[in-house]
């Protein structure tokens, strides 16, 4: 139910834009703005014709961006396809060696182009000026994506406009094209900024990416709501100066109501940088919200009783149905049945273990993550946090039972208001995670209980069972992500569902206190049936106190001073790889492109695949 009503939010609007486009102009006024003082009036059968053509490159806008959704749909069927076979195929069957082979033709693809950052390797470490963080370098395909969006946006806004006639029709006509064309682009523009875009599970890209082009489709909008401010004056100008200008900002509302808009966009993006964003986040989102709803207000004005006035009222839709979904998702997962607690715990290397008793739980899936809110540390303050752990408490009794203990009528009476625990490492930063830091460290026993608000769940989306060979790397507390992944391949194996043979851990940590992050949830997984046949953990301490603290507890889980050499350790597993190889990291910048180096180089040689989490908000 609430995956359909996620979809709706979307499909339904989209489809209102297409019935809007085919029905054409409509409403009291032209579908295309006219200026009734100062500037180039238009004659009826221009506005006519002008209307027609912004309508048609509108639906050309439309039309191009669903191709594209559909063309990634076809892709991911045939990619989940071949996965699906290659799990059923290798069940039984040790050796895989059918699916070691790789395929050059798409070793190539990924290669040059969907593994390839745009420049040499860089991508996901960050760039800076100083202390200015500067962004990231998108990979290959996304700037040809980029691009080729840019390219059409450009191309629609000043086709069909005649430039050998008349200044003041010139102007008038771009004035009406780009207005039209920003209002249009705002529609994917709110669906890719959305957490509960539908796109992200449909075509199994995350948000993280969607997010991207979201920003390049906020650069867009402004710039051609810029450009049609730019006509607007200049041909006001051209006709009677600025005195009636300032006339018209006094007297006439549409006039007024839309240099204000644009202002206010101008302002979104200024505010919007990477600097400034990644600097004062919280501060960058609340006035980033505030903004985007005064021009919206101020551009509702601006296109009233206007075509483009519905194509902004169903971006408008779509935004507010997606906040609803987001808000039921928080009332539904933390209010009732007690509410959801948090416990936190005081870990070494100023790391907390937060410990949420859910109201109501999902089933957990390795690679989600979720959005917590802890009202006495700040009830507007939202973050994204990678979901390390997931226990029923009934599970606890479940074990004692195979171990012949008894089960009480009490126990089994109050099964049912037992909760789940989802448990995740939070690591001392500055804002949110110093303050939740703090509250923990006044406790005497550094443990701390708080009510808190949880959004979720998001992300799950890539899936590592298909795979013979596994290796998996973490940076830091990059480990709350990648432990579902070894917990779900080590119980998959002994119970014969999955294709995995091999499994390799690299975790790269400061120092071996780190290690406790993670230590109850390890202990289990090391507990595990036929753990030692598939698993084998390499721990890389960089900043070891002294050589004593580097020791190895067995065979199977060795420790290390110093960085990982990535390109040696996937040289050496890939050697000897059973079947496809997956190749996973969530980490510092600097350890995901080496990986993603690492796994490029062998595309054509081995069957390979990458796979990254980042958060690159």
Request: hydrophobic fraction near 45%; proline fraction near 4%; charge should be positive.
């Amino acid at each position: 139910m609430a995956r359909s009503i996620v979809n709706m939010y979307t499909i339904v609007p989209l489809a209102l834009a297409h019935l809007a486009l085919a029905q054409g102009p409509s409403g009291s006024r032209p579908s295309t703005p006219r200026l009734s003082q100062g500037g180039h009036e238009d004659t009826p059968a221009e506005r006519a014709a002008a209307a027609v053509d912004n309508t048609r490159f509108a639906r050309y806008t439309l039309t191009v961006l669903a191709g594209i959704v559909i063309l990634l749909g076809i892709f991911r069927v045939v990619i989940l396809s071949v996965r699906y076979i290659r799990t059923l195929t290798c069940l039984n069957n040790d050796t895989q060696r059918y699916f070691k082979m790789p395929n050059l033709a798409y070793g190539a693809v990924k290669q040059h182009l969907l593994y390839a950052p745009l420049f040499r390797r860089r991508h996901l470490r960050e760039l800076h000026f100083g202390w200015f963080h500067l962004g990231y370098i998108p990979t290959r395909f996304q700037s040809l994506f980029l691009t080729a969006v840019i390219i059409m946006n450009v191309s629609l806004s000043v086709s069909g406009i005649e430039w050998n006639g008349t200044k003041a029709a010139a102007l008038s006509h771009l004035r009406n094209r780009t207005g039209t064309l920003a209002v249009i682009n705002m529609i994917p523009l709110v669906v890719l900024s959305g957490r509960n875009n539908p796109l992200i599970g449909l075509l199994s890209i995350s948000f993280d990416n969607f997010n991207l082009v979201h920003r390049w489709f906020g650069r867009i909008v402004i710039l051609q709501a810029l450009a049609h401010s730019i006509a607007e004056m200049m041909n006001v100008i051209d006709r009677g100066g600025w005195a009636t200008m300032q006339l018209l900002f006094q007297k006439n509302q549409m006039f007024w109501t839309g240099l204000v808009a644009t202002a206010g966009l101008i302002a979104i993006l200024l505010q919007s940088s990477a600097a400034l964003r990644h600097a004062f986040y919280e501060t960058f989102l609340h006035l980033h919200i505030t903004l985007i709803i005064l021009s919206l207000v101020f551009l509702w004005k601006h296109l009233q009783n206007t075509l483009p006035q519905k194509y902004l009222l169903i971006m408008i839709l779509i935004w507010a149905a997606e906040r609803f979904i987001r808000f039921t998702n928080l009332i539904y997962r933390s209010v009732g049945r007690g509410g959801t607690k948090a416990e936190l715990e005081l870990l070494p290397g100023d790391a907390c273990r937060v410990t949420l008793k859910m109201a109501r739980p999902w089933v957990f899936r390795p690679g989600q993550y979720a959005f917590i809110t802890v009202p006495s540390v700040g009830l507007w303050t939202s973050h994204p946090f990678s979901i390390a752990w997931s226990n029923n408490s009934n599970d606890e009794k479940q074990q004692d039972a195979e171990k012949g203990y008894q089960i009480t009528a009490d126990d089994i009476l109050s099964s049912s208001q037992e909760k789940t625990s989802m448990s995740l490492i939070i690591r001392r930063r500055s804002g949110f995670t110093d303050k939740l830091f703090a509250k923990a460290e006044r406790s005497p026993s550094g443990i701390t209980t708080v009510s808190a608000l949880v959004e979720g769940p998001y992300g799950g989306l890539a899936s590592l069972q298909s795979y013979g060979t596994v290796m998996i790397f973490a940076g830091g507390v990059g480990i709350t992500h990648q432990v579902p992944f070894v917990r779900e391949l080590v119980a998959g194996y002994a119970s014969g569902t999955l294709a995995a043979r091999k499994v390799i851990l690299v975790w790269v940590i400061q120092s071996p206190e780190h290690l406790e992050w993670i230590r109850p949830w390890m202990t289990t997984i090391l507990a595990m049936e036929k753990r030692r046949d598939i698993l084998r953990i390499q721990l890389f301490v960089t900043r070891p106190r002294s050589t004593k603290e580097i020791h190895s507890p067995s065979a199977t889980v060795q420790m290390f001073p110093g960085k990982p050499n990535v390109d040696t350790l996937i040289e050496m597993e890939a050697e000897n790889q059973t079947g496809a190889m997956g190749v996973s990291v969530c980490g510092t910048g600097g350890l995901s492109d080496d990986v993603r180096a690492a796994v490029r180089r062998r595309q054509g040689v081995r069957n390979i695949d990458f796979l990254e989490q980042g958060f690159t908000w």
